[in-house]
């Protein structure tokens, strides 16, 4: 059974910095592709950057480019969202999800987390 659970979110002041978190502690998350999606206030869940199952491919959304990094930590079953240069407009609901597949560009991504907050604010 899958069950993503994000965590690490948080208020954060423009120009701050988030690590979030995605863990599954029943799924070896090395193995798939892992993608954080963002939905902002009024608006449809977007992809904001994935990382491809078994190797350390990875793709961005334009506006995390420079920004934003992806990583696993395979020893703790982890991927990281590491955010930098926040501004408002990063503002949203931050999940993680898999399709357990491997490549990023498959849009079969079923299995959600319940999110984390990120809001960023003077």
């Known amino acids: 059974q899958v069950q993503l659970v994000e965590s690490g979110g948080g208020l954060v002041q423009p120009g701050g910095s988030l690590r979030l978190s995605c863990a599954d502690p029943g799924l070896k998350l090395e193995r798939f592709a892992i993608m954080w999606f963002r939905q902002a206030p009024g608006k449809e869940r977007e992809p904001v950057a994935c990382v491809r199952g078994g190797d350390a491919y990875t793709w961005y959304e334009d506006s995390a480019k420079g920004r934003f990094t992806i990583s696993r930590d395979n020893a703790e079953n982890l991927v990281y969202l590491q955010m930098t240069r926040l501004n408002p407009e990063d503002t949203g609901v931050y999940y993680c999800?898999?399709?357990?597949?491997?490549?990023?560009?498959?849009?079969?991504?079923?299995?959600w987390g319940q999110g984390t907050q990120v809001t960023v604010t003077s």
């Open positions: 999800a898999t399709g357990l597949r491997v490549y990023c560009s498959d849009p079969a991504w079923k299995y």
